[in-house]
């Protein structure tokens, strides 16, 4: 029995009313019931994860897109990083990755090569995407 699978059902058993998304290299999958409601409700395609489990999924950089159909829906949906075993919903997710990449952005800038107005512009940006958070 695979990991995911485990994971799924022992996460089922404690909240079976949440749908729990799996981070899966590029994509966030869903597995059996989670994997058909989400299939019936958002068109999804469903394959095999094995002969007993289905899986159904998207990208990665279309989380933006299902977190607000899953909010038009009434879901609750929690993404369990398999590395660490954490779940996160989509807001927490998605302000996650914004911060590694402001982390990332900061970690790039070499302040003693800017000019003043991109020194000003490169705070102006970070301030928009902190904002957003």
Known sequence: ?????????????????????FKSGIFFIALNEDAEL????????INNLTTTVVKAGFPCNSYEKYCKLFKSHNLTVKIVDME??????FKEYSQS??????????NKVD?????ITEAYKFIEDLKEKVIKI
């Open 1 to 21: 029995m695979s990991k995911l699978y485990e994971a799924y059902t022992q996460l089922k058993k404690t909240d079976s009313k949440t749908i729990y998304l």
């Open 38 to 45: 989400l299939s019936n409700l958002f068109d999804l395609k």
């Open 84 to 89: 660490s075993f954490t779940k996160r919903n």
């Open 97 to 106: 990755q914004s911060l590694v990449e402001i982390i990332d952005k900061l």
């Open 111 to 115: 302040p003693n090569n800017l000019s």
